[in-house]
């Protein structure tokens, strides 16, 4: 059996490569390219760790805080990530870090809505 084979996926993830609105809908991508995706969004999330708490601390700002200003960082170059993974991430970092944020995935839908809407427009 492959290493690729018996690499964990969670499901969180998985549904980004799936139309919502299809309960069996098969992945938008081959499981190669998303299990390259998923080890990178993962990677990211692990290396958000410390400098969140690290922000915290020496800026003296919220968790939420922190959330606000990592999904904009991520939005800000969706060459690399795209939003739905950016959101992924910040949900990961904030599992990693045991914050429980009320809502955070209605927190992260709105705060990628206002930062598209601030966005200056493609030329």
Do not use: H
């Amino acid at each position: 059996m492959s290493y690729s084979n018996q690499q964990f996926i969670p499901s969180s993830f998985t549904d980004l490569f799936k139309d919502p609105t299809r309960a069996y809908s098969k992945a938008s991508e081959p499981f190669e390219v998303i299990l390259e995706r998923y080890d990178l969004c993962e990677d990211m999330a692990q290396m958000l760790y410390q400098p969140s708490l690290n922000m915290m601390g020496s800026m003296n700002i919220t968790e939420s805080d922190v959330v606000e200003r990592t999904l904009k960082g991520l939005l800000i170059n969706p060459e690399i990530v795209n939003s739905a993974e950016a959101k992924w991430i910040v949900q990961r970092m904030c599992e990693l870090l045991d914050w429980d944020i009320a809502d955070l995935p209605v927190v992260l839908q709105k705060l990628q809505a206002d930062f598209l809407n601030d966005a200056p427009p493609n030329p």
